[in-house]
C-alpha cells in the first residue's frame, strides 16, 4: 500500500519560512519523480514544482522562492518556501507515481500579512 504523507505546514508571517516533508512507503520511491501541488480555498488545485532525473521544475508563481528536493534513502522529498506570501496560502500536497497518481492527505500553510 503506498502512503504519502506530509508534514511542516503552519502558520507564517510574510516574508518567513517554511520546510515542507513528504514521507513515501509502499514503492521504489528513487525510480518516480515527485512532484507538489497546491489548492488556495476557492481555487483549482495547481502545480508548484517537480523533481525528476532531469532536474526541477517550477511553476512561475514560486520560481526563485521555492525549492524542490528529495532523499532517496530517507524516501522522503521537501519544499523549501523562503520569502512566504499571502498568496501561498493553501493546502500543500505531494504526489509521486508513475503518473504522479499517488497523493498524499495534504499540510496546510498560512501566511499573515
Known amino acids: 500500500q503506498v502512503q504519502l504523507v506530509e508534514s511542516g505546514g503552519g502558520l507564517v508571517q510574510a516574508g518567513g519560512s517554511l520546510r515542507l516533508s513528504c514521507a513515501v512507503s509502499?514503492?521504489?520511491?528513487?525510480?518516480?519523480?515527485m512532484a507538489w501541488f497546491r489548492q488556495a480555498p476557492g481555487k483549482e488545485r495547481e502545480f508548484v514544482a517537480r523533481?525528476?532525473?532531469?532536474?526541477?521544475t517550477y511553476a512561475d508563481s514560486v520560481k526563485g522562492r521555492f525549492t524542490i528536493s528529495r532523499d532517496n534513502a530517507k524516501n522522503t522529498g521537501y519544499l523549501q518556501m523562503n520569502s512566504l506570501k499571502p498568496e501561498d496560502t493553501a493546502i500543500y500536497y505531494c504526489?509521486?507515481?508513475?503518473?504522479?497518481?499517488?497523493w498524499g492527505q495534504g499540510t496546510q500553510v498560512t501566511v499573515s500579512s
Open positions: 523533481i525528476n532525473w532531469s532536474g526541477a
Open positions: 504526489a509521486t507515481g508513475g503518473t504522479y497518481n499517488y
Open positions: 509502499g514503492l521504489t520511491f528513487s525510480n518516480y519523480g
